[in-house]
């Protein structure tokens, strides 16, 4: 019996730096690759690479069949900010029953809801740190990575006044909205961080926030 899907296929909903770059991955493979955006000025800044764009004013089950992404075989729901967009667009792909629907994640919680209802759960933020990690404890070039318009990842050298606290004691999330990502400690990553752990001189803080909430951190940590 043939399949209704193209497994070939890929159906991109979002195009933010991590929509864009799937899309422009996926594309420099060979595949066929349908994206979807809100936003037609994303798509404008595109529509020379990509060759079947969408401007879009929601996704619904309708819009997902009408575009094709519907029979794709493998849907990514990119959308980051509105996490009530993410997962409704999320719940339409799976109710088209499209083999494989991957999403983003911006949070532990946001992941088990996508996984709760039958999708992938995928966390480019923090992938994107530990990656970084490794690429600054083997070249220890690079300090900052903007992810989007209002998120980095820094990189920031621990101050005298926080060493030895636990991360606890830090409380780096309440006081500053920032997630530690990764510790690098003596040319190692350290990725497996509880509120227990304690910091010691010369750690390097790999942090992921809104850049403001950085900058603040990086004024505090200096002071």
């Given at each position: 019996m043939k399949s209704d899907f193209d497994l070939d296929a890929y159906g991109i909903i979002g195009l933010g730096r991590f929509g864009l770059s799937l899309a422009l991955e996926l594309t420099k493979a060979g595949k066929e690759v349908i994206v979807l955006e809100i936003e037609e000025e994303k798509l404008d800044a595109v529509k020379d690479k990509l060759a079947n764009i969408y401007p879009v004013k929601g996704i619904t089950q309708d819009v997902l069949k009408e575009s094709g992404v519907a029979h794709c075989g493998t849907v990514i729901v990119c959308i980051g900010k509105d996490i009530e967009s993410n997962i409704l667009a999320t719940m339409s792909a799976l109710e088209l029953k499209v083999p494989r629907v991957i999403s983003k994640a911006t949070s532990a919680d946001h992941g088990r809801v996508l996984e709760k209802i039958g999708a992938e759960a995928v966390y480019p933020e923090v992938d994107m740190g530990v990656r970084l990690a490794q690429s600054l404890v083997a070249t220890g070039t690079l300090d900052f990575l903007e992810l989007c318009d209002d998120f980095s990842i820094a990189n920031?050298?621990?101050?005298?006044?926080?060493?030895?606290?636990?991360?606890?004691?830090?409380?780096?999330?309440?006081?500053?909205?920032?997630?530690?990502?990764?510790?690098?400690?003596?040319?190692?990553?350290?990725?497996?961080?509880?509120?227990?752990?304690?910091?010691?001189?010369?750690?390097?803080?790999?942090?992921?926030?809104?850049?403001?909430?950085?900058?603040?951190?990086?004024?505090?940590?200096?002071a």
């Open positions: 920031i050298p621990l101050s005298p006044r926080f060493v030895n606290q636990t991360i606890e004691d830090m409380n780096i999330r309440k006081k500053f909205h920032l997630n530690v990502i990764v510790i690098l400690r003596n040319e190692m990553a350290i990725s497996e961080i509880t509120p227990d752990f304690i910091l010691k001189a010369g750690d390097i803080l790999v942090v992921g926030g809104k850049n403001e909430a950085i900058k603040k951190f990086e004024k505090a940590n200096e």
